[in-house]
């Protein structure tokens, strides 16, 4: 198994920007590490590059001690998991799993200890002599990896495994490719577009936008601490709310109100002028659910306009008023984001048990402690 290093990969297709924009990531040995972004950020593109299907323009790629620049996929001793597996129909699920050590020239013998071996790892035992059209995506999927296993390659390389797979199984193979991993201890580079992958499946992230690097981080830590408002934006859902702020003292003024915030991150901001704020639609909650202990962040009173109720959780939407002053830049993170307009109202996720209604005021608690703020113009998280 070996480390991957990526080293001011640049990659340019003709006069435009580039794909790939000088983006540096250590993956290390046995380390899960996820590329995400939305469409176009560059992601595939990067994961061709590890695998040897696209020329680098510049900068260094290392597999273990060796620089593969030049090196040819075969060469890598990489393994291309693809969205479609790229099985072989006509032949049995033994012989998929086999066909790299054929190819190999393997003894027959030596060939059916390693299938059986990974057979086993990956519970196919029963289905060796099926062939894959009468598999499920989840078994196929499975093939796939053990055709990976057998060769023994130093990595696993997804590009969007389960995204032609329907939401429920995506699920269970999240799970299962998570927990291969894990008892494997493979080094793996897994592309998405999907959040919920990135964040589930990663050791560490790396969050991609028009090529360039925005963030490499632990899910959690790009949860609690994106590092801009794209990053912030990108991880959560229902996304992050932004709103106009200014800072005064230790209080942030937003559209519904005043709200009290500790006072190291009030300093961090202050001084600024017009900030945006975040604030994540869980970070709110209905006043008289609000415990004891969670009182220290602010109240405040606001007409709901649509009520969601999902049992466990409730979302209440709020509209506000952007101000011209930061209108252009929420705009364009829509864009950046593949979001369809400006969102001019706030989302709060409040507990299921909770009588808020529709055309009502109500009183809503926000948690002052984890309101971000960020620079309008370069869109740094302040706090
Ligand atoms: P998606 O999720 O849609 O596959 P992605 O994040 O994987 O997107 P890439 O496929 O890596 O993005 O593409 C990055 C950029 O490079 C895009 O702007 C794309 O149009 C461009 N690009 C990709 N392949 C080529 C090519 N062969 N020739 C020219 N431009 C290309």
């Known amino acids: 198994m070996s480390a991957i290093t990526m080293k001011n990969i640049v990659k340019q297709y003709g006069d435009g920007f580039p794909a790939v924009n000088d983006v540096s990531i250590d993956v290390a040995d046995g380390e899960f590490m996820i590329l995400v972004g939305p469409s176009g950020c560059g992601k595939s593109t990067l994961l ?10 510049s900068g260094d790629m290392v597999i273990g001690e060796r620089r593969v620049n030049d090196l040819a996929p075969r060469e890598r001793n990489l393994a291309m998991v693809f969205q479609n597996y ?3 129909p006509h032949l049995t699920v033994y012989e998929n799993i086999a066909f790299p050590l054929r190819l190999a020239k393997m003894p027959d013998g030596e060939v059916d200890k390693l299938v059986r071996d990974a057979s086993s790892t990956l519970e196919l035992d029963e289905h060796l002599e099926r062939k894959p059209g009468n598999l499920s995506g989840g078994q ?7 055709r990976a296993i057998v060769r023994q390659a130093d990595a696993f390389l997804f590009d969007e495994p389960l995204s032609n797979l329907d939401a429920k199984l995506r699920g269970q193979m999240r799970t299962e490719i998570a927990r291969l991993q894990k008892r494997l201890g493979i080094t793996t580079v897994y592309v998405t577009h999907d959040q919920t992958e990135a964040m589930t499946l990663g050791d560490r992230v790396a969050v991609l936008k028009r090529g360039v690097l925005q963030q490499l981080a632990t899910p959690r830590e790009l949860y609690e601490n994106p590092g801009n408002l794209f990053v912030a934006g990108f991880i959560g ?15 942030v ?11 190291d991150r009030a300093e961090r901001a202050a001084g600024r002028g017009l900030l945006i704020a975040g604030i994540r639609p869980e970070h709110f909650e209905d006043a008289s659910l609000a415990a004891e202990e969670e009182r220290s962040g602010s109240t405040f009173s606001a007409k709901v306009e649509t009520v969601e109720w999902l049992g466990n959780e409730t979302y209440a939407y709020i509209p506000f008023e952007a101000p011209d002053e930061v209108r252009e830049q929420l705009q364009q993170l829509e864009k950046d984001l593949d979001g369809d307009s400006l969102r001019t ?20 608690w926000v948690d ?3 309101i971000h703020l960020f620079d309008p113009a370069s869109g740094e998280n302040l706090t």
């Open 237 to 251: 859902s229902p996304p992050m709310n932004f709103l106009p702020a200014t800072v005064e003292g230790t209080s």
């Open 345 to 364: 109202q706030l989302v709060v996720s409040l507990d299921g048990s909770s009588r808020i209604a529709e055309g009502e005021d109500a009183e809503i």
């Open 48 to 57: 061709r590059m590890i695998v040897g299907l696209e020329d680098i323009t």
């Open 368 to 370: 002052g402690g984890r």
């Open 86 to 88: 790229a099985l072989y």
């Open 253 to 263: 003024k937003l559209p519904f109100g005043s709200v009290e915030i500790p006072a």
């Open 140 to 146: 196929r999927q499975r093939v796939a990896m053990g």
